[in-house]
């Protein structure tokens, strides 16, 4: 469905941004990575799906580096058709003790990297009339949680400006759309889960009961398969109207 089209997923070498990588590749759309840690495992994974892979390590905190990655996108590629915006990261403290340099880094990397990689791929989507931008946003764009103050505030951000690309170009090829999860079961994710089986003295599988039982009533964990499916169906021909969404997969987490 998408051979002849390239998706750019930024953080994207492990967890939801390469189940999303994946999930487009599948679809037939070469693929462009971004991230840090291993490199060559995740390539070999997409290139096994018969797409062409790229890879460019832009630090998603600085803006430079940011235009430096869509030049390389333009000139290896021919631009962007599908932008997967996905590069996260989070820190947890109360407000009145929160470093400030967190917060800095958590607006720069979870929002205005966001801003950055749509308005430079934006002018090449509107020549072609056809484009996607997908924000992984979060349930935390939704709803808050405590000592997760700047995450909160960024990916609430990342939803508002969800809906403005979105209201920018209405009559146009171009849509942009928020996928906010809930709880996903990644290697970060699997960290608390340690950490609380360890705390509370249980087993793997009573800790992920605890955990996601004090907010996502499913008891499941989302997939990052599911939200790579949940793209492919945003960028398919049935996506054509769906603009400025913020799509739940939560588990039930905003239905209580």
Known sequence: MLKGKTALVTGSTSGIGLGV?????RQGANIILN?????????????????????HGADMSKPAEIEAMMAYAQAEFGGVDILVNNAGIQFVAPIEDFPVERWDAIIAINL????????LALPSMQAKNWGRIINVASIHGLVASTQKSAYVAAKHGVVGLTKVTALENATTGVTCNAICP?????????KQVDARAAKDGVDNAEAVR???????????FTTPEELGELAVFLCSPAGNNVRGVAWNVDGGWTAQ
Do not use: I, M
Request: aromatic share 8%; with cysteine.
């Open 112 to 119: 205005s990297s966001t801003f950055h990689t749509t308005r």
């Open 35 to 55: 991230g840090f840690g291993d490199v060559d495992g995740p390539k070999a994974e997409v290139a096994a799906l018969g797409v062409q892979v790229g890879y």
């Open 210 to 220: 605890r955990l996601l039982g004090e907010k996502q009533p499913s008891l499941q």
């Open 21 to 25: 990588a994946l999930c487009l590749a």
């Open 182 to 190: 809930g709880w996903v079961l990644t290697p970060l994710v699997q």
